[in-house]
C-alpha cells in the first residue's frame, strides 16, 4: 500500500500539475496544521478538495521544508535563516 504525506501549503505536493496527466496515490494523509498534530485520511481520490488540494493558489515553500516539527531544508542555514 502505497501512502502519500502532505503538509499544509506545502507547494511541492502539487507537483507534477494534474493537467500533465499525472495521478497521485490514492491514499492521502493531510497535516491540516503548521505543526503536524492534526491530521485527515482523506477520501481515496488522490486529489481530495478538503486536503492538500484546497491550497492550489495559496502555497508555502517552508511547509515543504518543515515537517513533524523539524527543518528538512538541505541549503546549509537555519530556519529562521531561510524564512526571512
Same mark, same amino acid.
Given at each position: 500500500? @502505497?501512502?502519500r504525506i502532505t503538509h499544509y501549503k506545502d507547494i511541492v505536493v502539487?507537483?507534477?500539475p494534474y493537467w500533465t496527466g499525472f495521478r497521485?496515490?490514492?491514499t492521502e494523509v493531510y497535516l491540516d496544521t503548521r505543526?503536524?498534530?492534526t491530521y485527515i485520511i482523506c477520501n =481515496? @481520490? =488522490?486529489e481530495d478538495g478538503n486536503c492538500a488540494d484546497?491550497?492550489?493558489f495559496a502555497h508555502s515553500? @517552508?511547509?515543504h521544508t518543515n515537517l513533524f516539527g523539524q527543518y528538512t =531544508?538541505?541549503?546549509g542555514y537555519e530556519e529562521e535563516d531561510y524564512l526571512r
Open positions: 500500500m @502505497s501512502v502539487h507537483l507534477p497521485h496515490v490514492p505543526n503536524g498534530s =481515496g @481520490s =488522490g484546497q491550497w492550489t515553500v @517552508s511547509d =531544508g538541505c541549503d
